[in-house]
């Protein structure tokens, strides 16, 4: 798996496309923390999100989670270091979406994922059954 590859296991976690108190959010942070630790740190940041009263909203808009990704994904690469030997570390991110649905504005997508090509960031989307359809996810 691909956490076999990151040796320190801190994993952002953001929703999007959740509403709360009549509003949809398309970029939230998931748990109280910035980051979590390891698989059990995703898992439960996500079901704490759902604790306070968000729910899945209808409209997902990615562009602000793919952004955010390229940002986090650019600042890893410019903060990345040197290992004990002197030699530099690498740094590269997989923002990996879970969505029910697509995104109502599919030629935004595109357009946010060409102006973020330079960024050492792979996305992939993956469809999660939803009560209204399973629908592949089209771009």
């Known amino acids: 798996t691909i956490r076999d590859f990151d040796r320190i296991q801190e994993y952002p976690i953001w929703g999007f496309g959740g509403d709360y108190n009549a509003k ?3 970029l939230f942070q998931c748990g109280p923390k ?3 630790k390891g698989i059990e740190g995703l898992l439960e940041a996500y079901a704490m999100t759902f604790q306070t009263g968000i729910t899945l909203g209808r409209t997902r808009k990615f562009k602000n989670v793919i952004e955010a990704a390229a940002h986090h994904a650019n600042t890893a690469w410019k903060n990345r270091g040197r290992d004990a ?3 530099e570390l690498l740094s590269y991110t997989i923002l990996l979406v879970l969505t029910p649905g697509n995104d109502s504005d599919v030629m935004a997508v ?3 994922i ?3 090509e330079g960024a050492p ?3 992939l989307f993956v469809r999660v059954p939803s ?3 399973l629908q ?3 771009f």
């Open 136 to 138: 592949p996810i089209i």
């Open 24 to 26: 949809t959010y398309q």
């Open 34 to 36: 910035p980051k979590v």
């Open 110 to 112: 595109k357009d946010t």
């Open 121 to 123: 960031l792979s996305i």
């Open 131 to 133: 009560s209204s359809s």
């Open 114 to 116: 060409v102006a973020v």
């Open 85 to 87: 030997s002197g030699q």
